[in-house]
């Protein structure tokens, strides 16, 4: 079942900006993150939003496969660091990742799963002219 959104296309180009936001900040050098449980959240909540955020964008029926894309996107992001030579791969930031997809999946059960279609209604209202 796919929600009504009326700017489904700004929700997507506003999700594909965080897919860019995310992958930039895997493989770009970043400083030593001096204590290890701040990276890790930092991987969950990352990965966490992206499922979350595209999860009320596409159709209900293909979020199995964009939890697969997602968290293949982490694994390989992983994999890229290693490639750099100025990042590295580490199972522990995989599994993070894999940790914010999950989690972003199950939120899309609950109301937070509806947070895009409660402010499209409303933007749509403002828009119209009825807020």
């Known amino acids: 079942m796919l929600q009504k959104l009326r700017f489904r296309r700004i929700w997507f180009a506003l999700g594909i900006m965080l897919l860019v936001v995310i992958v930039t900040g895997s493989l770009v050098p970043v400083p030593k993150i001096v204590l290890p449980a701040t990276d890790k959240l930092i991987h969950v909540s990352m990965y966490f ?19 697969i894309v997602c968290a293949s996107l982490g694994l390989l992001l992983e994999i890229a660091q290693e490639a ?47 807020g």
């Open 49 to 67: 939003l992206l499922m979350a955020w595209f999860a009320q964008v596409v159709d209900m029926r293909y979020r199995l496969f964009l939890a």
């Open 84 to 130: 750099t030579g100025y990042r590295s791969f580490e199972w522990a930031d995989a599994l993070a990742n894999i940790t914010g997809v999950m989690l972003g999946w199950a939120v899309t059960h609950t109301i937070v799963g509806k947070a895009l279609s409660m402010i499209d209604k409303q933007l749509a209202r403002l828009v119209s002219g009825e």
